[in-house]
């Protein structure tokens, strides 16, 4: 069964960055789309970022295109270290808007399809972890 493990969380002032991580220890996530939502108290887990895999031309995609909410575009970035195994996802120019618990989750399919797919349809999710952005 995959693992997936978030990491890189904190507590940042707005404006801060953190880079969050998202290993698979025992599993080759090269051939998956990666996604990173998020949960604040009160809300649904919502979409954030995705990044394609090589699977993806296998099904019309490309690998590693990425794609983002609207609302984190041209402050987070998705990328991916196939050596090391792990997905990141950077965060530049926090807002207090995302704080919240961020999650990743992988699937056989490109990354334009995670941003539409309810969360829910996800099998396998990390434990999560905490942002907090605040003054």
């Known amino acids: 069964q995959v693992h997936l493990v978030e990491s890189g969380g904190g507590l940042v002032q707005p404006g801060g960055s953190l880079r969050l991580s998202c290993a698979a220890p025992g599993f080759t996530l090269d051939y998956s789309a990666v996604g990173w939502f998020r949960q604040s108290p009160g809300k649904e887990r919502e979409f954030v970022a995705a990044?394609?895999?090589?699977?993806?031309?296998?099904?019309?995609?490309?690998?590693?295109?990425?794609y983002y909410v609207d609302s984190v575009k041209g402050r987070f970035t998705i990328s991916r270290d196939n050596a090391n195994n792990t997905v990141y996802l950077q965060l530049n120019n926090l807002k207090a808007e995302d704080t919240a618990i961020y999650y990743c989750t992988r699937s056989l399919t490109t990354a334009r399809d995670m941003a539409i797919i309810p969360p829910a349809v996800f099998e396998t999710w990390g434990q999560g972890t905490q942002v907090t952005v605040s003054s």
């Open positions: 990044i394609s895999g090589a699977g993806a031309a296998a099904i019309g995609g490309t690998g590693s295109d990425a």
